[in-house]
Each structure stands twice: as structure tokens, then as C-alpha cells.
């Protein structure tokens, strides 16, 4: 029911520790896919990217891996902070238009314990 | 401050009222995107204009809702006759025209309670 979609998926990891914060997809259509995160009250903020073409990509402390063949999505937060709690949404872009519509999916609430 | 902004942040009105929220995008950006979000849930696509010209509307816009961009800079979107359904937060976001993979950044959203 509606309720569902009040109940985030949860991770919670030590501060310091790594988080690994999973996606799947659906759209096989679907070439450019974005990680977000996005804190209380506040817009997404843009983390990460990849595209189709790639399987792997780091930034700093971060890293996104992409499985094309199981439509998988990973963010990997090396070293996390508490600034790093917040809710991570995974976006795929649909090639339809050309433009930037975003298709996100479930968000993961991180939670960073001291 | 140079990124996306809506105004106002917050609005609380009653049922059958309408409202009208504005967003400017980041300067130069071309493609302005409108989304709808609820507690719990990702962004939605609602519609998305490159320039003044809207391309693409979401099934989820009911002839309630109109966005605008007369001069391709800022934005509006309306909405008529509201529902307490439409209570969520309605976020714009900016990119430049480039191919499907640019940036878009978003707002901080407007916040809309319908009592």
C-alpha cells in the first residue's frame, strides 16, 4: 500500500567504515545513469555519474560501478562521514526527447553512527 | 548565489485554491526540467522545456497543471483547483543542452500543503 513507500531501505555503517549502496534498473534502453544525494528538506545534489559505455568510475571517495548485464547500480562512499547521512537515489536517463529525464528509483537512507 | 532557484520555499493552501510556483535556473542553461516528489519516494518527472518550447510533458501533469517559459529563461508552474493529492515537493532543475549526459542540477524545491 501507500505506507511502502514511507519505509526507506536503511544502511547504517561506523563512521569510517565504507557504505556500499545498491540499485537496480529496468529501462535496458537507458545510457547515462547518476547517483544523488539528497538531505532533509533539500534538493538532490548530484554526486556521480556513468555511462552506459563504462563499468566504473571514481570520484573522490566515491566510486559507481555499473553491471549492464543485471541492470545493477552501485555507489561505494569510501570512508564515510557523518556529513555523508542523507537519503542516495540512483537516476537513469531515458534516451527519449534527448533530454535529461530522469528515471530515479528507491532511495537508501545512510545512516553514519559515530 | 548561481544555482537553481524556486521561490517561494514553502506554501500551505487550502483545497480548489490555485498557486503558482517559479523557479530561475542557472544562467545559460537551456533545459529546465519540473519534477514532483513525495515523502519516501524519488523524483518525478513532470515536464521539461529546452528554451521557451515545453518537449515533453508526464502523464503524471492533469490539465490542472501548466508550466511555462515565455523567455526561455525562468519558469512556472501552475497549478489549478488544488487537491490535497497535489501536497509534495515540486522541484526544478537546469542543464545545458549537450547530449543525454549533462549535469542537471536541481533547486531546493517548493514545498506544497493543500488543507
Known amino acids: 500500500g501507500e505506507s511502502v513507500g514511507l519505509h526507506l531501505p536503511t544502511l547504517s555503517v561506523q563512521e569510517g567504515d565504507n557504505s556500499i549502496i545498491n540499485c537496480a534498473y529496468s529501462n535496458s534502453a537507458s545510457d547515462y545513469f547518476i547517483w544523488y544525494k539528497q538531505e532533509s528538506g533539500k534538493g538532490p545534489q548530484f554526486i556521480i555519474d556513468?555511462?552506459?559505455?563504462?563499468d566504473k568510475r571514481q570520484g573522490q571517495r566515491v566510486t559507481v560501478l555499473l553491471n549492464k548485464t543485471v541492470k545493477h547500480l552501485s555507489l561505494q562512499i569510501a570512508a564515510t562521514q557523518p556529513g555523508d547521512s542523507a537519503v542516495y537515489f540512483c537516476a537513469e536517463n531515458e534516451l527519449t526527447g534527448g533530454g535529461n529525464k530522469l528515471t530515479f528509483g528507491t532511495g537508501t537512507q545512510l545512516k553514519v553512527e559515530l | 548565489d548561481t544555482g537553481v532557484s524556486q521561490n517561494p520555499r514553502h506554501k500551505i493552501t487550502k483545497r480548489g485554491q490555485n498557486v503558482t510556483f517559479r523557479c530561475d535556473p542557472i544562467?545559460?542553461?537551456?533545459?529546465l526540467y519540473w519534477y514532483r516528489q513525495t515523502l519516501g519516494q524519488g523524483p518525478e518527472f513532470l515536464t521539461y522545456?529546452?528554451?521557451?518550447?515545453?518537449?515533453?510533458k508526464s502523464r503524471l501533469l492533469s490539465d490542472r497543471f501548466s508550466a511555462e517559459r515565455p523567455k526561455g529563461s525562468f519558469s512556472t508552474l501552475e497549478i489549478q483547483r488544488t487537491e490535497q493529492g497535489d501536497s509534495a515537493m515540486y522541484l526544478c532543475?537546469?542543464?545545458?543542452?549537450?547530449?543525454?549526459?549533462?549535469?542537471?542540477?536541481f533547486g531546493q524545491g517548493t514545498r506544497l500543503t493543500v488543507v
Open positions: 522545456f529546452q528554451n521557451e518550447a515545453q518537449l515533453e
Open positions: 556513468i555511462r552506459s559505455n563504462m
Open positions: 544562467s545559460e542553461h537551456n533545459r
Open positions: 532543475a537546469s542543464s545545458v543542452k549537450g547530449g543525454a549526459d549533462t549535469e542537471a542540477f
